[in-house]
T-cell receptor, first 113, second 113 residues
Framework: SAVISQKPSRDICQRGTSLTIQCQVD?????MFWYRQQPGQSLTLIAT?????????ESGFVIDKFPISRPNLTFSTLTVSNMSPEDSSIYLC??????????FGPGTRLTVT | KQEVTQIPAALSVPEGENLVLNCSFT??????LQWFRQDPGKGLTSLLL?????REQTSGRLNASLDKSSGRSTLYIAASQPGDSATYLC????????????FGTGTRLQVTL
């Protein structure tokens, strides 16, 4: 398993601003993922972040809106840019430990006013 | 399109009852299936991982089964307790995109005293 932490745990932001979410894992992992969970809905994959390469975004998500950094094997950041109320969601990072098994962080609850 | 569906969307049972949660997927070419628990406003806790070559996995009072040919998985919870109240999510790693989990819609479980 892995211990994953996220900062901040929650935030309330004004529209038009940006928020950077941090994800830290207690061991070195190759693959990290960022998911979004909109209110009352299930999780949707935003992008896959591998160390040393550009993040790979899923359909409907673009780098200009959700820039991602992956500077080393234990850390990643997701920025939500130019926020609107529709970006209010829980954002979760996950890591792949073995055999495609994923472990998730506690999430960041974002409210955009 | 690869989709994952969970039925029922919500379930309320009295304490002590055994229960079954269902997960179905549209493509039998899966690599693995993972069951998660999510408490309100929180991240995901991994419960069980079943590889495509396995038929079931057990952990304590939880038992997950997998039938690839019918595109179904079940999560059996024995002797339910109020602490089991949460949303249960199944997530499928389809062959070829195994790292990109496709999540079901979730079953919200309430265990009453």
């Amino acid at each position: 398993s892995a211990v994953i932490s996220q900062k901040p745990s929650r935030d309330i932001c004004q529209r038009g601003t940006s928020l950077t979410i941090q994800c830290q894992v207690d061991s070195q992992v190759t693959m990290m993922f960022w998911y979004r969970q909109q209110p009352g809905q299930s999780l949707t994959l935003i992008a896959t972040a591998n160390q040393g390469s550009e993040a790979t975004y899923e359909s409907g998500f673009v780098i200009d809106k959700f820039p991602i950094s992956r500077p080393n094997l234990t850390f990643s950041t997701l920025t939500v840019s130019n926020m609107s109320p529709e970006d209010s969601s829980i954002y979760l990072c996950s890591v792949e430990i073995s055999l495609y098994e994923q472990y998730f962080g506690p999430g960041t609850r974002l409210t955009v006013t | 399109k690869q989709e994952v569906t969970q039925i029922p969307a919500a379930l309320s049972v009295p304490e002590g009852e055994n229960l079954v949660l269902n997960c179905s997927f549209t493509d039998s070419a899966i690599y693995n299936l993972q069951w998660f628990r999510q408490d309100p406003g929180k991240g995901l806790t991994s419960l069980l991982l079943i590889q495509s070559s396995q038929r079931e996995q057990t952990s304590g009072r939880l038992n997950a089964s997998l039938d690839k040919s019918s595109g179904r998985s079940t999560l059996y919870i024995a002797a339910s307790q109020p602490g089991d109240s949460a949303t249960y999510l199944c997530a499928v790693g389809f062959t070829g995109t195994a790292s990109k989990l496709t999540f079901g819609t979730g079953t919200r479980l309430q265990v009453t005293l």
